[in-house]
């Protein structure tokens, strides 16, 4: 079984920051016993989850394809 771990993260405006967001969620993989190197991130900027923009989908079409494939255990 795949031992890595799926980690979503978009704000809605290119202007945003998503470091914080990532730090935290690395701070909170860990404390599920997950490693660096076995976090795979989607991230991007301008990911409107109300807009359902193109750059939105993209992502979630990548998660699809995360969680069919095998590779990841959790999301």
Partial sequence: ???KV???LRVSTEAQELE???KEMIDFV???GYKLNDIIF???KGA???K???KYLDMIDVMI???ESGEINCV
């Fill in 1 to 3: 079984m795949a031992n």
């Fill in 6 to 8: 799926l980690v979503f």
């Fill in 20 to 22: 914080e967001q990532r």
């Fill in 30 to 32: 860990q404390l599920y």
């Fill in 42 to 44: 989607i991230e991007d």
């Fill in 48 to 50: 409107s989850a109300i």
């Fill in 52 to 54: 359902l923009n193109e």
């Fill in 65 to 67: 394809n995360y969680i």
